[in-house]
Structure formats: structure tokens, C-alpha cells
């Protein structure tokens, strides 16, 4: 595989993390709206689900994988339509999404802050230092 390709990789892979973090998400509810029996229509608006919905973990999660990987989803088209995919841009894109896998999973299941910040901070850095050299380094052509 070339440098191309695997950067598309970590790209679907981050979009393979959001489908699975929204499957969570979608069973989760589906299972508490039964349980509890409410109807669809009840939780029709954030501000009603938050009467409801007493764990919003999940779908916190979700929401975040639409936040700081927006960044990393442009840098990415970005690359590829300027022909310019260095490998220590795929090798960062991977540190990212892993940052952001295990983001998810302390999100989604003991959620401690502190460690959950510790891991976006990591991310947050990988995506300023990716986004930083790309536009050196393609400036630098």
C-alpha cells in the first residue's frame, strides 16, 4: 500500500470508530426507550432527552467524533487532492485515530475526565502538528 492509500485507511477507519460509537448509541436507546417505555416522540428535542436520558455518555461520544476529526477528515481530502501525502502524515493520522478509539472508549464506558482530557490533549496536538507540517511541508514544494 502507498502512503495515499493508508492515509485513506486511518480516514474510514475514524468513520468505521463513528458508525460503531452511533450503533452503540442507537441500540442503547432503543433498549432504554423500551425499558422505560417512552415514546419516540417524547425525546424529540436535546433539552427532552436530557429529562430522560440519565446516561448521555454514548451520545456524548458521538457528538465529539463530529467536533476535532472534522479537522482531521478535511486534512486528509486536503492531502490526497494535493497529491501530497507524506508518511509522517499517515503515521500521525494513525496516532489520531487511535487517540480517538481510545477517547471513545473511556467515554463510553468509566468516563474519568482526567484521563479522557489526557487522551484529547494527545489528540489535539497530533491534529495542530499534522495540520502545521502539511502546510510547511506543502508550501515547501
Given at each position: 500500500?502507498?502512503?495515499?492509500?493508508?492515509?485513506?485507511?486511518?480516514?474510514?477507519?475514524?468513520?468505521?470508530?463513528?458508525?460503531?460509537?452511533?450503533?452503540?448509541?442507537?441500540?442503547?436507546?432503543?433498549?432504554?426507550?423500551?425499558?422505560?417505555?417512552?415514546?419516540?416522540?417524547?425525546?424529540?428535542?436535546?433539552?427532552?432527552?436530557?429529562?430522560?436520558?440519565?446516561?448521555?455518555?454514548?451520545?456524548?461520544?458521538?457528538?465529539?467524533?463530529?467536533?476535532?476529526?472534522?479537522?482531521?477528515?478535511?486534512?486528509?481530502?486536503?492531502?490526497?487532492?494535493?497529491?501530497?501525502?507524506?508518511?509522517?502524515?499517515?503515521?500521525?493520522?494513525?496516532?489520531?485515530?487511535?487517540?480517538?478509539?481510545?477517547?471513545?472508549c473511556i467515554q463510553c464506558?468509566?468516563?474519568?475526565?482526567?484521563?479522557?482530557?489526557?487522551?484529547?490533549?494527545?489528540?489535539?496536538?497530533?491534529?495542530?502538528?499534522?495540520?502545521?507540517?502539511?502546510?510547511?511541508?506543502?508550501?515547501?514544494?
Amino acid at each position: 500500500m502507498n502512503a495515499t492509500q493508508l492515509l485513506v485507511l486511518a480516514c474510514a477507519s475514524q468513520v468505521v470508530l463513528t458508525l460503531i460509537v452511533c450503533l452503540a448509541m442507537l441500540v442503547h436507546r432503543i433498549r432504554l426507550m423500551k425499558k422505560i417505555r417512552l415514546h419516540p416522540q417524547a425525546v424529540a428535542l436535546s433539552a427532552d432527552r436530557l429529562k430522560h436520558y440519565k446516561d448521555s455518555r454514548i451520545s456524548d461520544n458521538y457528538n465529539h467524533l463530529f467536533e476535532l476529526p472534522v479537522l482531521f477528515y478535511v486534512l486528509c481530502i486536503v492531502a490526497i487532492i494535493c497529491q501530497h501525502v507524506p508518511i509522517w502524515l499517515v503515521i500521525l493520522a494513525w496516532g489520531f485515530v487511535i487517540s480517538r478509539v481510545v477517547h471513545s472508549c473511556i467515554q463510553c464506558s468509566y468516563n474519568r475526565v482526567t484521563h479522557r482530557f489526557t487522551v484529547f490533549v494527545l489528540g489535539l496536538i497530533l491534529m495542530v502538528v499534522m495540520w502545521l507540517g502539511f502546510v510547511v511541508s506543502y508550501l515547501s514544494l
